[in-house]
């Protein structure tokens, strides 16, 4: 070992510095030597500085990495103390799959638990974990005599989430202070919108059912008076046109699906294409009683075991959410959001990846139509001969 050492010192620096810099800045193991030197007292954690010494490759390079690595193993087997007046403690039931709250303390329940008609709070699986993993929480078995480690936490409420995925993407979204509450369909009972949507009345339906057939009525004229396309050449030719709009309604020859004619009825979806969370925004006026339609809605998927969704796997998805019609404001955010949309966050071996999903209907956009129409209000303004 000595020998080796005597040879790797004898490397050259620029050689070792060449090494260093083909890795990647984020692994650079950090400095934990300052933890040791600051003490028990101190309550406030040290700013982050650039490091006191520059890699060389040498052995006083290793000891000064083992002396860090030593120190960090220092500061994560100190005591994490939480002052009592948030501190949280409760009782898990299995039966239930929930646990129940003896004394509510903390900012914590403006977003999360539920109280039932007595005013009890009961916490889900993944809350539970959540406020026991930071520490904010102390569980304890049915009976509450004993005291349930994380550990035992994790075996005891993570099967109640339905996979550690979607508590993995729960945590994330709670540290990054996104309101996160469970769909209708988490459990996979039920769709989401078909649960929360009310149920429409007769004239409703007589209605759309009017507007589908007037619809048809009026694309099936189309067709009849519409001019015969020629099998070869151009597809514009022969006649005046006064405009550019006529030229692209005359483009229009693939029939396209539109939101705003066709009514969608919800349809069975399959595991694990389903709504799992809807995602608020931090706000100081959310109510858990009055939530609102979700900023966001999440499904869950795992990378090793799920694919991504066919065709007929997102229909079904998108068939359970509510069109957002007319909720945007111009035409490039519909074309972006689309009239719907759903979040898949893909969880790969504990990395999280987040794929936005669109039900988007473009030929309900015709941007040229709006384009023009901007073209011919401006004003043609001479320029003055000097």
Partial sequence: MDDLDKDYDNVPATQGRGEQEDAESDDEQQDWRMLTAMGSNRRSLPKRGEKEYEPTGSSSDRNNRDESRQAMYIALNGERRHTSKVHISGIWYPHLRKAKVLVARGPHFKSIGKADSNGVIWLLPEEVIYLTERGSMSLYNAHGDTNISLQGCYAACLGACHGHERYLVYAHLKRLGFIVQRAASFDGYGEEETIQRPTSNRARKLWNFLVQKFASFCTGLRCVFAKKIPSFGPIVCGGVWRSYDAIYRAL?????????????TPKSTT??????????????????????????????????????PTLAQADALFSTLPTALGSTSTSQQRLRDGYKNVIIGVVDCGIISFVKFGDVSFGDERIFEKRAANSTTTKYRPTKKR
């Avoid at 029939?255 to 066709?262: A, E, I, K, Q």
């Fill in 271 to 308: 595991v694990p294409f389903r709504v799992a969370y809807n995602i608020w925004k931090p706000r100081p006026s959310f109510k858990k009683s009055n939530p609102g339609e979700p900023d966001f809605r999440v499904v869950v998927v795992n990378a090793q075991k799920d694919q991504m």
């Fill in 252 to 264: 229009q020859i693939i029939p396209f699906y539109s939101h705003r004619v066709s009514i969608v």
